[in-house]
C-alpha cells in the first residue's frame, strides 16, 4: 500500500526537469475553437499516466512513452516552482487546468506530492483553477489548509460508464466507478462546483441509453452540477489500440461493432454527425431534466450546449483572473471571450486581442501597463 491507502502499482517514478513553459493554453484555433482560454498544466509529459486506459488521446500522440513499456513513469519535479515564476510575472492568468494530457492524482506518491505543492502555489497567487481526473486520490487535495474554503476551484471527474466491467477493460489501472462517484458526491457535499465527464462514451460498446440514464440520474442525486460529453475520435493508432485491448479479453465482436459505429470524417473516425447530433441532443435534454447543465466536448458547437452556461465547462467560477497591487488575481471574467465577453467594446481585462489571440501569446498576459487597473469587477 501507498501511503494514500491504495494498493501500489508497480511504477517506479523517474524525476525530470521542465525546461520549457508550464502555463499553455490549448492549440484549437479560431473559427473552430469551442474552448475558452485555458492555462493548462501538465504534472508529467504526455502518455505518463498509470490508467493506461486504452482510448487515450494522449497515449496516443507519435511521441507518447507509454508507461507499461518499461513500468516507469516519468513527472516534472520542478512545477511548483515555475508555476511560482510564472505566476509572479503575469498580469492575467486564465482558469488553470490539471491536466488535460495525463492524470494529476494518478497513483504514485511523487506526482500526487507534485500536485500537491502546484495546488498550493496557485492557492497563494488566488487563481482559478480546476481538476480533471479519473482518480479517487484526487480527496487528498480537501488536507490542504485552507481548501476546503477556497472559492477559485471546481471538480471534473470522468466517469465514462455506469459499468465497472467495462471501466475495467477500457481503463484498467483508474479508480472503480462506485469510488468515483463517491469522491464525486464528497466533493459536491462540501460545496464545490462539481461536473461529471461521460466521456468518452464508445459508440457499440458504451453508449447505452439505460446504462448512461442512470449514470445521469445518480449524477443528480448526488450534486453534480454539470456534464459533459463526447463520443471521441480515434486515428487508425487510435482504434488499433482499442482492438489490442478487447482483443486481449477475447473480445474480437465486440471490437466490430465499434468500428461500424465509427466513419471516415476530416481525417479522423468520428460517430457519423446526425448520429452525433441526436445522441448529445437526446443527452442534453434529459440532463436538463434532471436539473443539470450540459456541454459537448469539441465535436459539436455550442448551439449543442445548454442556454444557460457561460462558458463550456458549466461552473460559475472559472475565472480569466488579473494581479492586484497585492500580488495575487482576482476575478475579471469567465474566460470565454467566444461566449460571453462581459464588455465587448471595453473588455474588462484590459487585452481586447483575447477576444481573438486563440491559443493567447504568453506577452498578452504578462503586460506591466495592466497591472494598475483596479479590479473591482467580480466580488
Ligand atoms: S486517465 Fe486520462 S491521461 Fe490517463 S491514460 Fe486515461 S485518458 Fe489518458
Ligand atoms: S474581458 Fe472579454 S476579452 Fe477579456 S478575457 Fe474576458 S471575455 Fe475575453
Redesign the pocket.
Known amino acids: 500500500m501507498n501511503n494514500c491507502g491504495v494498493k501500489r502499482v508497480m511504477f517506479k517514478a523517474i524525476p525530470l526537469i521542465l525546461q520549457g513553459r508550464v502555463i499553455h493554453d490549448f492549440s484549437y484555433r479560431l473559427p473552430r475553437r469551442k474552448c475558452p ?1 485555458m492555462g493548462l498544466v501538465n504534472m508529467t509529459p504526455a502518455g505518463q499516466c498509470t490508467h493506461l486506459c486504452s482510448y487515450c488521446y494522449a497515449r496516443g500522440y507519435r511521441w507518447s512513452v507509454h508507461p507499461e513499456k518499461t513500468n516507469e513513469v516519468r513527472y516534472y519535479t520542478n512545477i511548483a516552482q515555475k508555476l511560482d515564476e510564472e505566476l509572479s510575472q503575469m498580469s ?1 492568468c ?1 482558469p488553470l487546468y490539471l491536466s488535460a494530457t495525463t492524470d494529476v492524482f494518478q497513483p504514485v506518491d511523487e506526482i500526487i506530492q507534485s500536485t500537491l505543492a502546484t495546488t498550493k502555489t496557485m492557492m497563494r497567487f488566488r487563481v482559478a483553477f480546476h481538476i480533471v481526473t479519473r482518480s479517487k486520490l484526487v480527496r487528498k487535495i480537501l488536507e490542504i489548509p485552507g481548501f476546503t474554503s477556497y472559492p477559485y476551484f471546481f471538480l471534473e471527474m470522468s466517469v465514462e460508464t455506469i459499468d465497472d466491467e467495462k471501466r475495467r477493460i477500457l481503463s484498467p489501472n483508474s479508480t472503480p466507478i462506485k469510488d468515483r462517484i463517491e469522491t464525486l458526491r464528497l466533493f459536491a457535499s462540501r460545496g464545490f462546483y462539481t461536473v461529471m465527464r461521460i466521456d468518452p462514451v464508445i459508440f457499440g460498446y458504451s453508449n447505452n441509453q439505460n446504462e448512461i440514464m442512470q449514470l445521469l440520474e445518480e449524477a443528480s442525486k448526488i450534486g453534480v452540477k454539470h456534464i459533459i460529453t463526447s463520443t471521441t475520435r480515434f486515428d487508425a493508432q487510435g482504434m488499433q489500440a482499442l482492438r489490442d485491448r478487447l482483443s486481449k479479453e477475447g473480445m474480437e465482436k465486440e471490437f466490430q461493432r465499434i468500428k461500424e459505429s465509427y466513419a471516415r470524417e476530416e481525417g479522423w473516425l468520428k460517430v457519423p454527425r446526425k448520429k452525433r447530433e441526436e445522441f448529445h441532443l437526446n443527452l442534453k435534454a434529459e440532463t436538463e431534466r434532471l436539473g443539470m447543465t450540459y456541454s459537448v466536448c469539441i465535436e459539436l458547437d455550442k448551439s449543442f450546449d445548454s442556454t444557460s452556461i457561460s462558458n463550456c465547462e458549466g461552473s460559475p467560477n472559472s475565472y ?1 483572473m488579473m494581479k492586484t497591487k497585492e500580488g495575487f488575481f482576482k476575478p ?6 467566444i461566449r ?5 467594446k471595453a ?6 486581442q ?2 481573438v489571440q486563440y491559443p493567447y501569446e504568453l506577452k498578452t498576459l504578462q503586460s506591466r501597463a495592466r497591472s494598475s487597473i483596479q479590479v473591482e469587477l467580480c466580488p
Open positions: 482560454h492575467l486564465p480569466m475579471v471574467c469567465n474566460a470565454d471571450c460571453s465577453c462581459p464588455n465587448r473588455p474588462p481585462c484590459g487585452a481586447p483575447l477576444e
